[in-house]
Nanobody
Framework: VQLQASGGGLVQAGGSLRLSCAASGFTLNYYAIGWFRQAPGKEREGVSC????????VYEDSVKGRFTISRDDAKNTVYLQMSGLKVEDTAVYYC?????????????????????WGRGTQVTVSS
């Protein structure tokens, strides 16, 4: 039972990446999903979250209009499409799953309410 985040890499400023969060051993459609990131020396922050149904999404202010979260329950996967990347987007990105919560709350949940964390994927944006 695990979440696997993938799709990170090195990209120039202005470029794009698509992160994937794939679940194995459990069904994602019972969970709200969030993408979080942590840069060196900084606290973890919620980047974008999506409700169980997919009809509600939340974005951190600095990524609004540049990032898009989506889910494909048939593939048991959630995506984060990142465009217009900036140097300050550089971080390790993690996905997480929590039941019985909204997209809004998902992005500010503390660890005790999260059932699954994926291993991080590094995103590095060069100038």
């Amino acid at each position: 039972v695990q979440l696997q985040a993938s799709g990170g890499g090195l990209v120039q400023a202005g470029g794009s990446l698509r992160l994937s969060c794939a679940a194995s051993g459990f069904t994602l459609n019972y969970y709200a999903i969030g993408w979080f990131r942590q840069a060196p020396g900084k606290e973890r922050e919620g980047v974008s979250c999506i409700s169980r149904s997919g009809d509600s999404t939340v974005y951190e202010d600095s990524v609004k209009g540049r990032f898009t979260i989506s889910r494909d329950d048939a593939k048991n996967t959630v995506y984060l499409q990142m465009s217009g990347l900036k140097v300050e987007d550089t971080a390790v990105y993690y996905c997480a799953a929590a039941p019985f919560t909204t997209a809004q709350r998902m992005c500010s949940l503390t660890d005790e309410f999260i059932d699954y964390w994926g291993r991080g994927t590094q995103v590095t944006v060069s100038s």
